[in-house]
């Protein structure tokens, strides 16, 4: 019985064991019961079974769904990633990954109103044109994308940066309780249920956005790295895209005055959006308005 | 993990030198992954074993479905084998919570229980993933079945937790009574690799005996000659709360020392079972709200006073006697009428399919938590859980933490299923009914019922030994029919820590009497006043009923739509009686008739601040009079703001009450 074996795949994906993980990259053995019984990682791990259970079973109790890398729905898309999950959790309905094309579009949390009027111009644009939205989700750019993509009777795909069952996602859920009743938006989380949002899940959560989509749309971006009260902190937008671009998505970029912008278009990692493309799939989607 | 291993934690933590019959097999199969389900009789020694896992293993999680069992539960394993047991439940405030689950997490606890609600519960599922628990168990299996005797939906929970459970986790379910049929329901949800233990069920010391009754007031004389027929103290089962405090009622007038006992009673129920286990009562007249946690050995009797459900339930019911193996008696009393309140109460266990659609169509618009719901949809708080509980088990809504509830689809409610379960309940019905008439020894029947196909005649009951029981005195009758005719009034509701009414009856029933008749007629048809012998009847009822001497006044309770039917009653009785007649209760605005609204949330907002006191009542002691009562939420709204104005004590008088709520 596989349901048996998820919280085997939750003890394997959340603990603080990498040397596991690699060696079960390395072997994929077919029997994870059998593999972790023989690991010497095993009597840290096989206290935790019940207490993992019961956070599963109570996501699962919220309407989720569980899956796991050997999963035939497992998305064949999220191997371009570095490191793929090797679970997921879903709120929503996981066919969508299937129903369209997903594109992606990526800016900053706090948008100039500028950025606001083109996030909706592009996803009302990429919507008519038979493309699901793809974001991470976060407030700013991210959710208006995904409200303009839903208004415009499209769909949208989440990915976010904590866990399924924290407070956080469960005011979300709320929020939009009608498109995921109505089969347009899906959540993905590839952390554990409970976990809270952190920075450097954010970032992660980007290998996920790009993977997942066809190409990447840049509609506001900070500087790559700038200072903030004295600290170094990078933009997680202009991540996208070099996440995006190292794993051959074609990024787009806007051509706002937004630092990053301008600094992804020199670069060459992003294109200007509104360029014609070469002989790229997307074209024949009459991609520019 | 050895049998010889067993035998010394068997030995040096249980005191015992050897196991029953199946004990360390369930304990080596649960050890081995195998999921367990022992049906085996009361007192076999089923806790021994989940007992021996915990001391094996550690934290042991054990559902359980009432907090009472719960109670006794931990009791036992800490005074007896010194295990750490506690409990998490609703009786408890945070901080005692707190304070348990801290113990468990620093795994200073072997036994927890908790009641499969208890998962959904934010405190809870902020500690669970700190919890050392080492193996799950199931008490009461028999409560996740829809063809068991007792089932409850969120017992589905439990069972949904164990399929995500690897073979490390051992999973004990325990039952004492499941038919076939339940245990194959049981095994289908638990899953395999599954393994059964389960044992013979005749009780030989049971001497069951069926007396048929053909009256209400027949049944108060037997169950008055019963009590002073039989030996030691029992429990007097009724299916209603109304009639375990009528029958409770009749039979302290006539000298027993007994007591009513039933869900809607609070903190009082522990020291009810106490005094019965001191022996201090002859007998608790009880609904089957009573039942799994009484932990007495010597109960002498279980009488029922209503036929229950089906023979499951009264073999569970009956099983609470004798547990000494001492001889007891298990008396059934047969009334023609008991057919159609099992069957009314089996049709009204399940709200109705356009209620279902109500609540599931709202939680799709957007998520609400329970007390919106009951206001918008004005479902008692039972039929709403009971539909919330059925549209979780069907995956179709859910609850978040901060207790949301909300759709997580949209689909078709399954109400096939529930047909299905409705169809099988009155087959059930249909086997307890013929067990009246049966020629075969009563015991064996039940057995046979429950998957026991070994049992043999029993040689005690009254079908074995072709002989009843002894006829009670015919001089019991009258004061029997004179009680069974002017019925006590449900009445609830406290002020300053005591009841709001000293005590209250009506004239007579409403539905099927010729008073009633009356009313309806006067009230509703327009059948104008009340004749003169109501009147009279009124007076003298309320005569021997209330100490009127201690009465200064009697207050009608305003109507809610314009008609003076209770005023022109309420004057006329005060008239007859000798007593003043106040009005003193005036409306300050319209309200709709209290039948139109259907639970006690809505009744009551209905009346908030609707009513009011004229002048101040400085202690006098009122009659606090109304035609009909159902819920009782008037009388107990009436009654808050009259103490409010100072009034003494309060008395309740109707001209009829409903048989069950919502008859009107
Ligand atoms: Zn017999």
Known sequence: MEEREWVYWMLLAHGEHRDLRKRFRQQQPADIGAFLRDQPEWTQMEPLLTQEALVLHQFLQQGGQFLTCYHPEYPARLHDASAPPLVLYALGKLALLESAPLAAIAGSRNPSEEAQTQTQRVAQHLTEQGYGIITGFAKGIDQIAARTALEAGGIVVGILPQGLLSKLTQQLVREWMQPLNDDRLLLLSELHPLAGWSSGAAMMRNRLVAALAEFVVIIESGARESLKNGKKVFSGTYQCAEVAHKMGRTVYALDLPAPGNQQLLKTGIARRWGEPLEQSHHSQLHLFP | ?664
């Open chain 2, 1 to 664: 993990m050895h049998s010889q291993d067993l035998m010394t934690v068997l030995r040096e933590r249980f005191g015992f030198d050897a196991f029953r019959d199946g004990q360390e097999e369930a304990i080596l199969a649960a050890l081995e992954g195998r999921r367990v389900l022992l049906i085996q009789p009361t007192g076999w020694g089923k806790s021994l074993v989940y007992q021996m896992i915990a001391a094996l293993r550690g934290l042991t999680l054990v559902f359980s479905p009432l907090r009472a069992l719960m109670r006794d539960q931990v009791r036992q394993a800490c005074e007896r084998y010194a295990l750490r047991a506690d409990t998490v439940n609703s009786d408890m405030d945070e901080e005692e919570q707190q304070a348990v689950l801290e113990r468990a997490v620093n795994g200073q606890i072997d036994l927890l229980y908790i009641a499969p609600e208890r998962l959904s519960n934010p405190l809870w599922q902020e500690y669970q993933l700190r919890l050392p628990i080492r193996a799950v168990v199931i008490d009461e299996a028999h409560c996740v079945s829809v063809w068991g005797h007792d089932f409850r939906p969120e017992y589905r929970r439990i069972v949904h937790l164990v399929r995500l459970l690897p073979p490390e986790v051992p999973v004990v379910a325990v039952t004492a009574t499941a038919t076939p049929r339940v245990e194959q329901d049981v095994r289908e949800q638990i899953g395999e690799p599954f393994h059964i233990l389960r044992g013979a069920l005749t009780r030989p010391n049971l001497r069951l005996f069926v007396q048929r009754v053909n009256s209400d007031a027949e049944k108060l004389v037997w169950l008055d000659h019963l009590l002073r027929l039989l030996p030691g103290s029992g429990l007097v089962y009724t299916a209603t709360r109304g009639n375990s405090e009528w029958v409770a009622q009749y039979l302290q007038e006539r000298g027993h020392t007994v007591a009513y006992y039933h869900a809607g009673l609070g903190a009082e129920r522990t020291a009810l079972e106490q005094q019965l286990i001191r022996n201090e009562l002859k007998a608790l007249v009880c609904t089957n709200a009573l039942g799994m946690g009484l932990d007495k050995p010597d109960l002498r009797f279980v009488i029922h006073a209503e036929t229950p459900a089906s023979p499951l339930h009264y073999y569970q019911e009956i099983g609470r006697a004798g547990r000494d193996g001492e001889p007891s008696w298990c008396v059934l009393l047969a009334h023609p009428d008991d057919k159609i309140l099992q069957e009314n109460m089996i049709r009204n266990s399940r709200p109705a399919p356009n209620a279902y659609q109500q609540v599931y169509t709202l939680l799709q618009q957007s998520p609400m938590r329970e007390r919106e719901l009951s206001l918008e949809t004005g479902l008692t708080q039972n039929s709403l859980r009971t539909i919330l509980y059925d549209l979780m088990d069907q995956g179709l809504i859910t609850r978040d933490s901060e207790r949301y509830y909300r759709a997580i689809r949209r689909g078709q409610i399954d109400h096939f299923h529930y047909q299905a379960i409705l169809e099988a309940k009155l087959h059930d019905l249909e086997a307890m009914l013929a067990y009246w008439e049966t020629s075969e020894c009563r015991m064996r029947y039940l057995c046979r019922f429950l998957g026991d196909e070994t049992a043999r005649n029993c040689g005690v009951c009254d079908r074995c030994q072709q002989k009843g029981l002894p006829p009670p005195e015919p001089a019991l009758f009258a004061e029997a029919e004179r009680f069974a005719y002017h019925p006590p009034l449900p009445l609830s509701g406290v002020y300053q820590k005591e009841p709001v009414y000293v005590q209250g009856y009506a004239l007579s029933y409403y539905g099927g009497t010729p008073i009633g008749e009356v009313v309806h007629r006067c009230k509703y048809e327009s059948g104008g006043a009340l004749p003169d012998w109501v009147i009279q009847q009124a007076a003298t009822c309320v005569r021997e009923r209330f100490p009127l001497q201690q009465i200064d006044a009697l207050v009608p309770i305003p109507p809610s739509v314009s008609g003076g039917f209770v005023e022109d009653f309420a004057r006329r009785l005060a008239q007859q009686l000798g007593v003043p007649y106040m009005p003193v209760l005036q409306k300050t605005r319209a309200t709709r008739p209290q039948k139109e609204w259907t639970n006690k949330v809505q009744k009551a907002e209905n009346l908030k601040d609707a009513l009011l006191c004229t002048q101040p009542l400085n202690g006098k002691r009122l009659l606090v009079v109304d035609d009909v009562s159902d819920s009782g939420v008037t009388l107990e709204v009436a009654g808050k703001i009259l103490k409010k104005a100072g009034a003494g004590a309060l008395y309740a008088f109707c001209l009829a009450r409903t048989r069950h709520r919502g008859d009107l």
